[in-house]
């Protein structure tokens, strides 16, 4: 008793302990003024991008358009929620880009809070905090050339104290300036004359930079927007006796409906008639500089600056084309990431027209499409791309002269993304599971393109089960019980349905693991991930069933004890943000927290705080009633005497009057139920609730919803009146045997009365079976009667045969006597043609025979075998044998 109270006290000390210990779950957090977008620009407007590792999908960073005399970074916060204990590693992580299966990652040293490291030849600067994590950084200096592009997938790791592992989505790097810059800026005084350009070369080519190739590009350098070339173009009116300086200094912009340029520092002049309105000369240039790079006349003098002599010029001379001529491919196609900016981008098809003029429409999916934004070489398309962007345009051109002469233009314009989870709830950040309890969840998700589905635990990732398995047996000296992982998984994507679906089977405790989803296609990657932690189930270090009783349980008042393991409290309380609560459930109808003083609170009440120790006062608890003055102590003597044939006077008496089962029943035993119930105190966790309509109400009492983390009041998580481990059921029940009540004497009777009954059946039943067995033993045959009464007569019989043949003595037993008579015809015994009668001749075949000795005589009376059998002579068997018209008899 005194080891109960002790451990019932530390409990109470635990129970009231503020949950300051708690360690909270491993996870990104976002970072105030992070973009959040699919694709980020940086740019001279725009110099700074930040971004963070709480994105659960992979985006897309250009370093677009740079000026020498700035600086621009890339910030990637790799940040977690506060942490208690120092982490344990951050890492930053990179591959070359998505065919390459493995990633290269690098650990930052924890000693220092600053520092540098290079992955994939691109340098990062780091500053390290041991609680929070870290910052990475992409620094472009002043008047810095890259000798290689920034490009790259880059992520973050971080391991936490309990081993605990997250990792952060891609963040692929595109470096425009860099191919940008490969293109000549030098300033030029250099003159580029041209003869005079005839009407069938329009659209005519000029190019800025002559003889470089954007062949090496990476495709996607040619879906962008054209405004972050680096060239600009511009044209000199009376350029005559003007050098390519002075022609600069006068420049006025190309028109954009005369001219299109493209990145790669070609334009082309659309209109012949500009070059008809003077003498004009055009030129490029950079812009980072205000001279050019090429300047373009119809001729120059030579000297130490050359010197305009005559502007550009139309050969008009010259015919112009008799049919459509294409200058760009017929079918292009471009692959663009949604809800990225598109800015100035067109579509654009360049062709050269016959003199007799053409008209031209543009489709889309075979509609036609509004004429705003439409031009016969180009369609600008909207600012930002989005899904309803994608499809087949069609520019059609036809020469008004020959109706037949045209050309098409296709462009297949493909929207894509990444695979991205749609419902990222499928998988909280932190969630509770009960030992040997099951989880399982489906996560949908939506991809443009087929995916590759990876499910990791704790870092080792997986496309099928039977490789996780492998992967995790293989980490057995590591983790013996998390190599023992019963998980399965499968992967669907089709037309009609696209998800993920985990389960894990008996989750035991030490198999707390980071469990991660990711998913890869060529345009971009996706992930999720929650920690999930096996909480333990109760744990007695003094149970009701040590108070279970047999014989003489209700003499006197006892208690009994449902006491937690402390240890197991504190590491709910500590680990788990998680606290018990006890009470017990009394014959399955009452509850110790509404237990009426004038009920069935006369006999038990609860004797700690905490509820872990129920006191039973079978014939009823004397301190139970109030002390009452005596005005009104007369009062209460009279109703006690109109009451007393009525009221209870024992524990037992009460459970029968009201146990609901239709009447007053003597119940046997007395059950009482510890009933332990888990709270859980932190908003962060999420868990499956226990079953039930009844446990889904207390819930709500409770906590509002079982699965929000909006509530701050505790939410039920278990409750033992659902648990199906036995062993632990039958330590919370106690069962102490009630008093038996006395039997009637009426009973003893009534007993005595059926075993006389009974034995006298008995007796019936013996004398039936003896007169059934013996009831044809005894009975003779009255031979002669019965022959004659078939038709026989055995005297004559006998006459009328030779004698009687002599036998051997059979060495068989001799055949038991019968019933039945000798004449009988359905008695065959078989004829002297069957040679029967030869083997019962052998058989009988002996000197001396006695049978001659009874050789019948006429003069001998004739009298029945009863009247002739001397005694001590009986008859052994009578044989009647017909065959062929021969009688044999033997007796």
Not at 245 to 255: Q, T
Not at 354 to 379: C, I, M, N, R, V
Not at 609 to 627: C, H, K, M, R
């Amino acid at each position: 008793m005194v080891l109960r109270c002790i451990a019932a006290a530390v409990l109470l000390i635990l129970l009231v302990l503020p949950f300051g210990f708690f360690q909270q779950s491993l996870n990104f957090v976002p970072v105030r003024n992070a973009h959040q977008g699919p694709v980020v620009y940086i740019t001279n407007t725009n110099p700074i991008a930040v971004l963070d590792a709480s994105s659960p999908a992979s985006r897309i960073v250009y370093f677009a358009k740079r000026s020498s005399y700035m600086e621009q970074f890339l910030i990637f916060y790799c940040r977690v929620n506060t942490q208690s204990a120092v982490l344990r590693s951050i890492s930053l992580c990179c591959r070359k880009d998505r065919s390459a299966s493995e990633r290269q990652c690098y650990r930052i040293s924890d000693t220092q809070p600053t520092g540098k490291l290079s992955c994939l030849r691109t340098n990062f600067d780091y500053t390290y905090d041991g609680h929070v994590g870290a910052n990475f950084s992409i620094r472009i200096e002043k008047m810095q050339d890259l000798s290689y592009p920034i490009a790259g997938l880059f992520s973050c790791s971080v391991t936490d104290s309990l081993q605990t592992t997250i990792t952060s989505s891609e963040l692929e790097v595109r470096d425009v300036v860099y191919y940008i810059r490969q293109l000549p800026v030098k300033p030029s005084n250099i003159i580029t004359s041209l003869k005079p350009i005839s009407k069938s070369a329009f659209p005519f080519a000029f190019e800025c930079a002559s003889g470089f190739s954007s062949k090496d590009w990476p495709t996607w350098m040619h879906t962008l927007n054209n405004n972050l070339g680096i060239y600009q173009w511009g044209f000199c009116k009376d350029c005559v006796s003007q050098n390519a300086m002075s022609c600069m200094e006068r420049r006025i912009p190309l028109p954009s409906d005369i001219s299109l340029s493209f990145l790669n520092g070609t334009m082309y002049l659309l209109d012949p008639s500009f070059l008809g309105k003077g003498d004009r000369a055009i030129m490029c240039k950079s812009d980072e500089n205000e001279a050019p790079v090429n300047t373009f006349a119809g001729d120059f003098q030579e000297s130490p600056v050359p010197v305009i002599k005559s502007g550009l010029s139309l050969d008009t001379t010259s015919q112009g084309n008799q049919h459509l001529v294409p200058l760009t491919e017929l079918t292009q196609r471009y692959v663009i990431v949604d809800r990225s900016p598109l800015g100035g981008f067109a579509l654009r098809a360049l062709y050269r027209e016959p003199e007799g003029g053409t008209h031209f429409q543009w489709q889309k999916d075979g509609l036609a499409l509004p004429t705003k934004g439409a031009s016969k070489f180009s369609y600008q398309l909207p600012l930002v791309a989005d899904t309803k962007l994608e499809g087949s345009y069609e520019l059609t051109v036809t020469s008004d002269v020959q109706p037949e002469d045209k050309l098409v233009f296709t462009f297949d314009i493909e929207i894509v993304y990444g695979p991205i989870f749609t419902d990222l709830s499928c998988l909280s950040r932190l969630f509770y599971v009960m030992k040997g309890a099951n989880f399982s969840t489906i996560c949908p998700f939506d991809s443009k393109a087929t995916s590759r589905c990876l499910v990791g635990v704790n870092q080792h990732e997986a496309s099928t089960p039977a490789d996780l398995r492998r992967v995790l047996a293989g980490e057995a000296s590591l983790n013996r019980k998390l190599s023992e992982l019963d998980i399965d998984f499968s992967f669907q994507e089709n037309t009609n349905k696209k998800e993920i679906q985990v389960s894990i089977n008996s989750m035991q405790t030490g198999q707390d693991f980071e469990l991660a989803m990711r998913l890869e296609s060529p345009y971009g990657d996706s992930h999720i991930y929650s920690s999930l932690k096996v909480i333990p189930i109760p744990k007695l270090i003094t149970s009701p069933q040590s108070s279970n009783c047999a014989e003489d349980c209700d003499s006197k008042p006892f208690n009994v004890s449902c006491v937690l393991d402390p240890v197991l409290v504190q590491q709910w309380k500590q680990q788990y943000e998680i606290s018990p609560t006890v009470s017990w459930v009394i014959h399955s109808q009452w509850l110790s927290e509404q237990l009426d003083p004038d009920g069935i609170g006369q006999f038990i009440s609860v004797s700690t705080a905490d509820g872990t120790i129920l006191s039973v006062w079978p014939q009823g608890n004397p301190e139970s009633q109030p002390f009452k003055d005596q005005t009104t102590k007369a009062e209460e003597e009279q109703d006690s005497l109109a009451t007393s044939g009525s009221r209870p006077n024992s524990l037992k008496e009460y459970i029968a009057e009201n146990s609901g089962s239709g009447g007053p029943r003597h119940p046997e035993d007395l059950v009482l139920r510890c009933r332990i119930r888990l709270m859980v105190h932190t908003n962060e966790a999420e868990f499956v609730p226990p079953p039930g309509l009844h446990l889904r109400r207390l819930t709500r009492q409770h906590a509002g919803s079982l699965l929000s983390a909006s509530s701050s009041e505790p939410r039920l998580m278990y409750d033992s009146s659902w648990e199906t481990d036995t062993n632990l059921v039958s330590q919370l029940i106690a069962t102490r045997a009630f008093t038996p009540e006395p039997v009637p004497a009426a009973a003893s009777l009534a007993w005595i009365a059926a075993v006389v009954i009974g034995v006298i059946i008995v007796i019936v039943v013996i004398a039936l079976s003896v007169w059934l067995y013996t009831r044809d033993r005894g009975e003779t045959y009255k031979l002669y009667e019965k022959e004659r009464a078939h038709g026989n007569d055995p005297i004559q019989e006998m006459k009328e045969t030779e004698g009687f043949k002599t036998y051997e003595r059979q060495e068989e037993q001799p055949i038991a006597s019968s019933r039945y008579s000798l004449n009988d015809e359905s008695m065959h015994v078989g004829s002297e043609d069957d040679g029967e009668l030869d083997e019962y001749e052998a058989n009988f075949n002996e000197e001396g025979s006695f049978i001659n000795g009874y050789t019948t005589d006429s003069a001998i009376p004739r009298r029945t075998f009863d009247q002739i059998s001397p005694p001590g002579v009986a008859v052994v068997s009578s044989t009647i044998s017909r065959h062929a018209g021969q009688n044999h008899t033997a007796v």
